[in-house]
């Protein structure tokens, strides 16, 4: 099991002092804040960046908001309002169905935070709708705006998303506790010497454990992430933090019979792809050599497998091999034949159960 983080008391007084801080600021004191705040990135999703409240690090993020967002009726609104088809749920370029199902998501996991449930999320200190620019170039990796629509198989509800997008002119300004790695890149400095205080051997195990630990408590309260690769899942190298809920869907969201549908289809889709991205990106380049991934998985499961794997590896192998190969081969054919290739729960049961057991 991961040690704890920040203590919880030190990640209770920073929220008291950055969020307090916050919400006495007007928006111009907020905006001026916001614009001189050290750019990190942008993409589909949004523009990030960084700054200091009172000798606190604050991770600042600026999602759209669309004037459709903004009309009355639609002001705090979790409903799909861009009617959006499901598939657009999955994280293969899409810009999300909305800034208030994203700050609905970070207000619930916030408050598991500070009520003791879970603390695997970033606190949200605060958040404020202010002016803002468009975001420019979201679509250049698909060659434009025609490229990202082709994408999503023509979808006119999408396209509508992305032209709104375009044409915003406000932003959802969310303030978030800062945690200082992704998931990504600190196991491609710690996978192979560094391990966690206290502990012995290999970093895998508790990762593992805390990646299905945290897919567990999202899936009993009926919140899929659909977006949880290890740019999205944070650490301090004790303790992973799930963040960005762009694609996060919830049973409390306001959702259609479809959507609803949807969900209880999903309930188990983080664990198994965190679990597949776990071996796929990280784990398995350190044990399967020059043998290519896929090919490496089926060997496994033939029992075809290296001797020199260390028992605890092995486990983590024996455990997601099997239902790793049944979400490579869905998402191979969401990309290459159809955004609306049904999602195979049933199998991935049928093959997890097929393999070893779970952590304990």
Same mark, same amino acid.
């Given at each position: 099991?991961?040690?704890?983080?920040?203590?919880?008391?030190?990640?209770?007084?920073?929220?008291?002092?950055?969020?307090?801080?916050?919400?006495?600021?007007? !928006?111009?004191?907020? #905006?001026?804040?916001? =614009?001189? %705040?050290?750019?990190? /990135? &942008?993409?589909?999703?949004?523009?990030?960046?960084?700054?200091?409240?009172?000798?606190?690090?604050?991770?600042?993020?600026?999602?759209?908001?669309?004037?459709?967002?903004?009309?009355?009726?639609?002001?705090?609104?979790?409903?799909?309002?861009?009617?959006?088809?499901?598939?657009?749920?999955?994280?293969?370029?899409?810009?999300?169905?909305?800034?208030?199902?994203?700050?609905?998501?970070?207000?619930?996991?916030?408050?598991?935070?500070?009520?003791?449930?879970?603390?695997?999320?970033?606190?949200?200190?605060?958040?404020?709708?202010?002016?803002?620019?468009?975001?420019?170039?979201?679509? !250049?990796?698909?060659? #434009?705006?025609?490229? =990202?629509? %082709?994408?999503?198989? /023509? &979808?006119?509800?999408?396209?509508?998303?992305?032209?709104?997008?375009?044409?915003?002119?406000?932003?959802?300004?969310?303030?978030?506790?800062?945690?200082?790695?992704?998931?990504?890149?600190?196991?491609?400095?710690?996978?192979?010497?560094?391990?966690?205080?206290?502990?012995?051997?290999?970093?895998?195990?508790?990762?593992?454990?805390?990646?299905?630990?945290?897919?567990?408590?999202?899936?009993?309260?009926?919140?899929?992430?659909?977006?949880?690769?290890?740019?999205?899942?944070?650490?301090?190298?004790?303790?992973?933090?799930?963040?960005?809920?762009?694609?996060?869907?919830?049973?409390?969201?306001?959702?259609?019979?479809?959507?609803?549908?949807?969900?209880?289809?999903?309930?188990?889709?983080?664990?198994?792809?965190?679990?597949?991205?776990?071996?796929?990106?990280?784990?398995?380049?350190?044990?399967?050599?020059?043998?290519?991934?896929?090919?490496?998985?089926?060997?496994?499961?033939?029992?075809?497998?290296?001797?020199?794997?260390?028992?605890?590896?092995?486990?983590?192998?024996?455990?997601?091999?099997?239902?790793?190969?049944?979400?490579?081969?869905?998402?191979?054919?969401?990309?290459?034949?159809?955004?609306?290739?049904?999602?195979?729960?049933?199998?991935?049961?049928?093959?997890?159960?097929?393999?070893?057991?779970?952590?304990?």
């Amino acid at each position: 099991m991961l040690d704890q983080g920040l203590p919880r008391a030190a990640r209770l007084a920073a929220y008291g002092n950055v969020s307090t801080h916050l919400s006495l600021l007007s !928006d111009h004191r907020l #905006g001026k804040l916001v =614009a001189a %705040a050290g750019p990190l /990135g &942008s993409g589909i999703g949004g523009r990030s960046a960084e700054l200091d409240v009172n000798g606190t690090r604050v991770f600042v993020k600026r999602i759209p908001l669309t004037d459709l967002e903004l009309r009355p009726e639609n002001v705090r609104s979790t409903a799909n309002v861009f009617e959006l088809p499901v598939f657009y749920q999955y994280g293969a370029g899409s810009a999300g169905f909305g800034a208030w199902r994203e700050l609905a998501v970070h207000t619930m996991t916030t408050n598991w935070v500070l009520g003791g449930e879970y603390a695997g999320f970033p606190l949200m200190y605060h958040w404020r709708v202010l002016p803002d620019s468009p975001p420019e170039g979201f679509t !250049d990796g698909f060659g #434009g705006l025609e490229g =990202a629509v %082709a994408h999503w198989e /023509g &979808s006119p509800a999408v396209r509508d998303r992305l032209v709104a997008i375009g044409q915003s002119s406000c932003s959802l300004v969310v303030f978030l506790e800062h945690v200082p790695h992704t998931l990504a890149g600190w196991l491609a400095d710690h996978s192979r010497t560094a391990v966690p205080e206290g502990e012995d051997g290999s970093p895998f195990p508790w990762v593992e454990e805390a990646l299905m630990d945290g897919a567990a408590f999202m899936s009993s309260r009926g919140l899929v992430h659909f977006d949880a690769h290890f740019a999205n899942v944070l650490t301090d190298g004790r303790q992973l933090y799930f963040a960005d809920f762009g694609l996060a869907l919830s049973s409390r969201f306001e959702l259609t019979a479809d959507e609803s549908t949807f969900l209880a289809d999903h309930l188990a889709y983080d664990r198994c792809y965190t679990a597949s991205h776990l071996l796929r990106y990280h784990l398995l380049d350190g044990v399967r050599g020059d043998t290519e991934r896929e090919v490496f998985l089926r060997d496994w499961i033939a029992g075809r497998r290296p001797g020199d794997i260390p028992p605890e590896i092995t486990a983590i192998i024996d455990r997601h091999a099997r239902p790793t190969v049944v979400v490579d081969s869905f998402f191979r054919r969401l990309l290459t034949e159809s955004k609306q290739t049904p999602f195979p729960a049933a199998e991935i049961q049928r093959q997890r159960s097929a393999g070893a057991t779970t952590p304990s």
